[in-house]
């Protein structure tokens, strides 16, 4: 996985017509804090979006990430806020990593493991789903740049 792989879609979508509002690009330091204090490596293709983007928004989505490279920002559309404070309140499981707001109370987030940059499945999080086991999950996409690719599509479908 490279970033090129994030970039090919992100141009894609532009060709397309979808306007993208990035907000910095975060910087390799950043990323390893925030894995180190997730507590998990991050999926290469996600690296590359934090790499290219920080976050993202676009056509009503918005892909959390590090904001205007502040890891330390609260709220969102900051991933590594967002997720601390759902694992402290709500139980979120400690190997996920929320991504993204879908409606009614549902995140996509990311399953991490300790293998390093693996590629890894997003999964839907519904909020007070407190205590289950990220196997009983509902299966979403087998990697973020999937994921990532499937989004913007829709978007494209809806134009």
Known sequence: MTDSAIERIYEFGISKGVE????????????????????????????????????????????????CNKIDSNGVPNAFWLTIQMRDKEKLPDNLLIIEFLDDGFYA?????????EEAP????????NNVATEDLEFVSDSFESYFAKRVNECIDLM
């Open 122 to 129: 997003v999964l839907l999080w519904y909020f007070g789903q």
């Open 109 to 117: 987030c990311i399953k991490l493991s300790d293998s390093k940059y």
């Open 20 to 67: 993208f509002f990035p907000s910095a690009p975060c910087v390799e330091d950043n990323i390893r804090i925030m894995e180190r204090e997730i507590g998990f490596p991050f999926p290469e293709s996600y690296r590359s979006f934090l790499r290219k983007f920080g976050t993202l928004s676009f056509e009503g989505i918005e892909f959390f990430g590090v904001p």
